[in-house]
């Protein structure tokens, strides 16, 4: 008896750590590529908002309808922080050679959007024709977004059972060392921005940067909702926590923020 | 186990499921009565001997940042650590006085722009667009010169009294939840993208 119930409690274990979230992903190999840039690597085009935001200039309250005219591209700011990643960690971009016919892009992105986004292989995608992705996706749009993933991508991300769980101080401010660390690497952490129970953003965005001072720490983010900008999430060395940029669909303020497609649970 | 009684092993177990959950409800009821406090204006300032007094107004606010009071409050800070350029506010010692400590010693004039009065003594107070003053410099011929100092060093917290009386509940709610949460996360990972 005594036995199973040590069984038990050893079966158990490994779930306590899993909703703990101490396991945190292996850090992957600098890849020796530049560090990423903004806008080059990222899409031409923005994820579409599926509702109208109305905020309010004096209180910061927030609002939302739907569009009278629903958007046809909505809900894929995972698929896209995931596939720029992707394109950043695996595509090498050939302006030198000739541009193909759609069938070679449409394989080639297809290869791209098919490697694993916590681990990506060594070897490279070449891309002839064009500079970046910014230059591949302007010129091949439509192309790009019949090949990235629909919404499930997003609402099924597998970090996704995190976000239901509080986020302490101490633990977001492990987050954002990480974030740094991982910079320092070369590597473009994607970090799920959200303010569970509310649902004034639930988002996945892509960092490629930081700046840090005595009382913060700038993290500039590709936001896949924003083709034009990036946006900043900044953490508060003081009161250890992130705040999010005004944007057009959230008007700025505290969210709590965690990293995915990192390591086998995120 | 060996050594608990059977009274012992069920709160050892209720204690293990709660870990487990992370007080899933109960974390969120907690932070739904965060309070978050930073300095939203400085009114006044003293040296006294080797330690800077401040007097100021803060700003309350909740963990979604909506602002929901205000408060007088003291603090002090030792000056040697002002004349560091390397201390991250986290790093900061911080000593917080009483809210009617008397602010003893030199008294400062607190500046936005430039001095009025003496020029060699002052706070000089920078405002961030949405009126909250954000960082100062102490000028002082008598011990300078001194770094920025971040008001987020500052920063304290503290807990709505309203929500102890609904942590059993939430308790309650994590533990009927617990099974439900175990059994729903790894089918996200295996299914999730």
């Known amino acids: 008896m ?18 703990l979230g101490c396991a945190g992903g292996r850090l992957p190999s600098a890849h020796g590529r530049p560090p990423f840039r903004f806008p080059a690597d990222t899409f031409a085009f923005a994820n579409q908002l599926l509702m109208e935001y109305d905020i309010d200039p004096v209180t910061r309250d927030i609002s939302w309808h739907p569009k009278e005219k629903p958007p046809e591209f909505v ?6 922080a995931r596939a720029a990643r992707q394109f950043y960690s695996v595509a090498q971009f050939d302006p030198s050679a000739p541009v193909a016919d759609d069938a070679t892009y449409a394989h080639l992105v297809r290869e791209v959007l098919d490697t694993d986004p916590r681990d990506p292989p060594d070897k490279a995608v070449v891309i002839p024709g064009y500079h970046d992705l910014r230059d591949l996706s302007e010129a091949h749009a439509s192309l790009l977004k019949g090949l990235l993933a ?8 597998r970090g996704n059972w995190r976000l239901i769980f509080p986020f302490g101080g101490e633990q977001q401010q492990q987050v954002a060392g990480r974030l740094l660390d991982e910079l320092a690497r070369g590597w473009p952490p994607i970090v799920h921005v959200v303010r569970f129970p509310e649902r004034t953003i639930n988002h996945l965005v892509l960092v490629f940067d930081s700046e840090a001072t005595p009382a913060e720490i700038r993290f500039r983010v590709y936001d896949p909702n924003d083709a034009e900008r990036p946006v900043d999430l900044v953490f508060d060395r003081g009161a250890r926590v992130f705040t999010y940029s005004a944007t057009s669909f959230f008007p700025g303020g505290p969210v709590k923020a965690y990293e995915v497609y990192d390591g086998w649970l995120y | 186990m060996v050594g608990f009684t059977r009274g012992g092993r069920a709160w050892a177990a209720f204690a293990v499921m709660m870990l487990g959950s992370e007080g899933c409800v109960t974390g969120h009821l907690l932070d739904a009565a965060l309070r978050r406090e930073q300095p939203f204006s400085y009114h006044s300032a003293a040296i006294d001997a080797d ?29 040697p650590a002002l004349r560091r350029t390397d201390l991250p506010v986290e790093a900061f010692p911080v000593e917080q006085l009483a809210d009617d400590a008397p602010l003893a010693g030199r008294q400062l004039a607190i500046e936005t722009r430039d001095p009025s009065g003496d020029p060699s ?3 000089e107070v920078e405002t961030a667009p949405d009126g909250r003053q954000k960082h100062f410099v102490l000028h002082d011929a008598a011990g300078g010169p001194y770094a920025p100092f971040y008001s987020n060093a500052l920063t304290r917290t503290s807990t709505a009294p309203w929500v102890y009386p609904l942590l059993p509940l939430g308790a309650a709610v994590d533990l009927a939840t617990f099974p439900i949460l175990v059994t729903f996360f790894p089918v996200l990972l295996l299914v999730g993208d």
């Open chain 2, 51 to 79: 330690r800077l007094t401040l007097g100021y107004t803060a700003l309350i606010t909740n963990d979604a940042g909506k602002a929901l009071a205000r408060k007088e409050r003291r603090a002090a800070i030792p000056l």
């Open chain 1, 2 to 19: 005594r036995r199973s119930r040590g069984r038990a409690f050893q079966g158990l274990l490994p779930v306590l750590w899993l909703v």
């Open chain 1, 150 to 157: 629909g919404p499930w991508e997003t609402y099924l991300q």
């Open chain 1, 75 to 80: 809900l894929r700011c995972g698929a896209m």
């Open chain 2, 121 to 123: 003594s002052y706070l």
